[in-house]
């Protein structure tokens, strides 16, 4: 124990020296009397603007030789709603749907055009044969688009549908669609249309239809009766579009 003592003090003694030697302390001491240098001041820098560059819009290779895109102001309609009406008993079973033969349908429009060429050419008449989708279904009654654009309005609107007693059936007209959807449910339902049946639209006002009726299954019989009476009833409307 005593020599391992007597070896540390001499160790330090001769560290000693050595710093002596290197001027160590004086070294130290100096740092410790010096000040610290002053330090510059930052220089204050002005904000970088970067100023509007017009660019231009970065476009797929295979459009790039393509016309720009020229865009449009959508218009949206209000909705049409018509009062509904309560629901009254078909006379045809509906489960057992009957389809037209070829010449049942000729037949009934061959009918058809006789009622329109006597209705005259006053007002615009369109014969409209029934299929399965008008009268069944969805209930949608397509309208040719050359008709609708030349004299029906082009907006939705409501369109009345007058049958031979008079009675007035409102319906949802769609322009953009070309067709009657609202209310032309109730109107084929009531009035028990079936397939094969023709009906000619007679445009007495510019948002009412008189509509006859001609059924496929007496599509033989005489017309003289029904122009007879449309006649008379066209020549009735004294409104002008």
């Given at each position: 124990?005593v020599?391992?003592?007597?070896?540390?003090?001499?160790?330090?003694?001769?560290n000693?020296k050595?710093?002596?030697?290197?001027?160590?302390?004086?070294?130290?001491?100096?740092?410790?009397?010096?000040?610290?240098?002053?330090?510059?001041?930052?220089?204050?820098?002005?904000?970088?603007?970067?100023?509007?560059?017009?660019?231009?819009?970065?476009?797929?290779?295979?459009?790039?030789?393509?016309?720009?895109?020229?865009?449009?102001?959508v218009i949206?309609?209000?909705?049409?709603?018509?009062?509904?009406?309560l629901?009254?008993?078909?006379?045809?079973?509906?489960?057992?749907?009957?389809?037209?033969?070829?010449?049942?349908?000729a037949a009934?429009?061959?009918?058809?055009?006789?009622?329109?060429?006597?209705?005259?050419?006053?007002?615009p008449?369109?014969?409209?044969?029934?299929?399965?989708?008008?009268?069944?279904?969805?209930?949608?009654?397509?309208?040719?688009?050359?008709?609708?654009?030349?004299?029906?309005?082009?907006?939705?609107?409501?369109?009345?549908?007058i049958d031979?007693?008079?009675?007035?059936?409102p319906?949802?007209?769609?322009?953009?669609?070309?067709?009657?959807?609202g209310?032309?449910?109730?109107?084929?339902?009531?009035?028990?249309?079936?397939?094969g049946?023709?009906?000619?639209?007679h445009?007495?006002?510019?948002?009412?239809f008189?509509?006859?009726?001609?059924?496929?299954?007496n599509?033989?019989?005489?017309?003289?009766?029904?122009?007879?009476t449309?006649?008379?009833?066209?020549?009735?409307?004294s409104?002008?579009?």
């Amino acid at each position: 124990m005593v020599k391992y003592e007597d070896l540390r003090k001499q160790r330090l003694e001769e560290n000693k020296k050595r710093m002596e030697e290197l001027n160590l302390p004086l070294l130290t001491q100096a740092l410790k009397n010096s000040t610290s240098p002053k330090t510059t001041p930052m220089k204050k820098t002005k904000p970088r603007i970067v100023g509007p560059e017009l660019v231009a819009v970065r476009r797929s290779p295979r459009v790039a030789k393509s016309p720009a895109p020229e865009y449009k102001e959508v218009i949206h309609y209000e909705r049409v709603m018509i009062p509904r009406r309560l629901a009254t008993p078909t006379k045809r079973d509906r489960l057992f749907f009957a389809y037209a033969s070829d010449e049942e349908r000729a037949a009934s429009i061959e009918k058809a055009e006789k009622l329109e060429a006597s209705l005259g050419s006053d007002y615009p008449i369109l014969v409209r044969p029934m299929l399965p989708s008008h009268v069944s279904g969805g209930f949608w009654l397509g309208l040719p688009s050359n008709f609708c654009r030349k004299n029906l309005p082009r907006r939705d609107d409501t369109i009345t549908l007058i049958d031979e007693t008079g009675e007035e059936w409102p319906t949802v007209y769609l322009a953009q669609k070309c067709g009657l959807s609202g209310g032309w449910k109730r109107f084929a339902v009531d009035h028990d249309l079936a397939d094969g049946d023709t009906i000619v639209f007679h445009l007495i006002r510019p948002t009412k239809f008189k509509a006859y009726i001609v059924r496929v299954n007496n599509a033989n019989e005489t017309v003289s009766t029904e122009i007879s009476t449309s006649t008379s009833t066209s020549t009735s409307s004294s409104e002008a579009f």
